[in-house]
């Protein structure tokens, strides 16, 4: 009898092992589901481990991908990623500002992402998606970074670059007359500024011809960015950071060669840290929804932003 409770609990120890041997092979063996999941798991150098992906449609043309990755140096992030595919007919990208207005003569203000969508939203011109902008100048008065073009209206061409602030007012995102997108460094603003419908100052350029530049800058935070490829597809990429568990923050290496994965051909960061913040408008519900965990807690008011406009009623 002794014999039999002893083989018995034997039997039992050795099966409660297999079942938690099993589980953390599950765990390790994790096979994403997204394209984009796949994607990075396969072929980015910076992504080591997916261990959940998720994607839906937000609308024709723009979706979602939402993505726990652990990097090669073992830190874990949440990635927020929008494909904006702009051969979609009546898809395109644009500068919202607050209160959806030009006018500055009265200087610059700062408006919440929801608040910027509700007031820039309009039957055939809805808004799909949203992330921050350029960088300001935070004490006042208030002004950003680099030039604003908006709707052709060259709103602000001047560049406010400080050497304290070395990482910022160093490049520009813009939509040419054209259509198609372009990341520059600053000094060619003025080849291209008479052709920019739409443009913001942005940062650190990760990618220039497809091409890893190189930076001296490893520090780890919560950052948007945004990025593009020669054949019409957008894509804003918005990492949370500063958090305890899982959300480490990424780096403009990281950042970079996730871009260069998706076959952007350029890059650039955006302002991060509390201002790194995206928004959709719920697919199911109806509503404007901020997707990520912005760090400062709840939603900060910023100077600008890129938007997803798509025709619908």
């Not at 898809?91 to 003569?105: E, L």
């Not at 060259?154 to 070395?166: C, F, K, N, R, T």
């Not at 100052?201 to 011809?209: A, I, Q, R, T, Y």
């Amino acid at each position: 009898m002794k014999g039999k409770i002893i083989l018995t609990a034997l039997a039992s120890v050795l099966l409660a092992g297999l079942v938690s041997c099993e589980k953390e092979q599950a765990d390790v063996h994790y096979v994403p589901t997204t394209p984009i999941g796949r994607l990075l798991l396969d072929e980015c150098p910076e992504v080591a481990r997916i261990f959940r992906d998720t994607t839906f449609l937000i609308t024709v043309g723009v979706e979602e991908t939402d993505l726990h990755i652990q990097t090669n140096d073992g830190y874990v992030n949440q990635v927020y990623i929008i494909r904006v595919d702009t051969n979609v007919p009546g898809v395109r990208m644009a500068v919202s500002m607050p209160n959806n207005s030009n006018n500055i003569s009265g200087g610059w203000n700062r408006q919440t992402l929801t608040d910027m969508a509700t007031r820039m939203d309009a039957p055939g011109a809805r808004v799909a998606a949203m992330i921050n902008g350029d960088f300001w100048q935070m004490s006042a008065p208030i002004n950003p970074r680099g030039p604003v073009h908006r709707g052709g209206v060259i709103v602000w061409d001047q560049w406010d670059y400080d050497e304290a602030l070395s990482q910022q007012a160093l490049s520009f995102v813009g939509v040419l007359d054209d259509g198609s997108m372009i990341i520059a460094e600053r000094s060619r603003y003025e080849e291209y500024k008479n052709r920019l419908r739409e443009c913001t100052g942005s940062g650190v350029m990760m990618l220039s011809n497809g091409v890893w530049q190189g930076t001296a800058y490893n520090a780890r935070d919560p950052r948007s960015s945004i990025g593009y490829t020669d054949d019409g597809i957008v894509y804003l990429l918005v990492c949370d950071g500063r958090k305890t568990f899982g959300a480490a923050g990424m780096t403009y290496k990281e950042m970079g060669y996730i871009f260069q994965t998706l076959g952007c051909s350029g890059a650039a960061n955006l302002d991060g840290g509390g201002s790194a913040q995206m928004l959709i408008r719920h697919p199911i519900a109806d509503v404007y929804q901020i997707r990520n965990s912005p760090s400062d807690g709840s939603e900060r008011p910023v100077i600008n932003g890129w938007t997803v406009i798509v025709r619908e009623p």
